[in-house]
């Protein structure tokens, strides 16, 4: 479980976070939703301490790390992060990439030599299979495609079996088809390994089909933090506010639409089965 409580952040005299309180369970995969602007990076910065906070505890299941080293090792051990950007070292291969993900278990000397062990191997390997990207591993990272350099990137974060994944913006240079493949691999492989995520994302229509919680962001405070379901067009003016872009608003409402739709499929897809079940039972 991680938590943050209070947390607070001011750039010189303007003020990016405001008293933002969360706690996200194992497993969980949050988005945080909210205009350019809103303190969406920063939260995630200041969560893993990539930028100190002016105020506010980082708890990792109930302790609170400060910024002593003893505390910032433990707790990037803990929190992995995937960019915007994959952050891949280009002229090496897909492995070594992910390899990259064990060296905070690795001893200097041999994490200088890059010599893994048999045991980081298997690891890494299995972390590419959880992207579908371990018939690269070989390949040098600046042969793959964005949406597979991402996907490495995920990779790579599990790889360092954290407890807890944030992804700042990680589809933002990918086209819709690969953005959706690479937030259902990022989704899954968490899932798989129990990780909780925290994910900024500038697109609702994601948010809403990706999410299990929603928190949105609105010049640095918390204005939502609910199921998706719950994003109503007043919610979204919320995040958004002066927004009125119909296009934007009506993304939510198509969603929630087709969401009950499926859900209703589903339910008649059920009473379907029961019925002919209840039928050969009988027969
Ligand atoms: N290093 C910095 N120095 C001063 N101000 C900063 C710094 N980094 C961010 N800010 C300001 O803090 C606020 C929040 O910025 P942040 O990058 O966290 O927003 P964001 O929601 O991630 O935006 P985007 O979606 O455009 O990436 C903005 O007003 C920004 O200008």
Redesign the pocket.
Known sequence: MIEIRGLAKS??D?Q?LHDVSLSIRPGEFVVVL??????????LRCINRL?EPTAGDILVDGTSLSSNRRDLRLLRRNVAMIFQQHNLVKRLSVLKNVLVGRMADLSPILSSLQLFPEADVKIAMHCLEQVAMSHKARNRADALSGGEQQRVGIARALAQQPKFMLAD?PVASLDPKTSRTVLNYLKKSCKESNIAVLC?L?QIDYALEFAERVVG?SA?RVVYDGAPAGVSGDVIRSIYPGLDDPNVLDAAQRLTERRRAAAEAEIALAATSVATTSVEGRA
């Open positions: 750039y010189g303007h990016a909210g205009p350019s602007g809103a303190g969406k990076s920063t939260l930028i913006e900024n500038h962001l640095g």
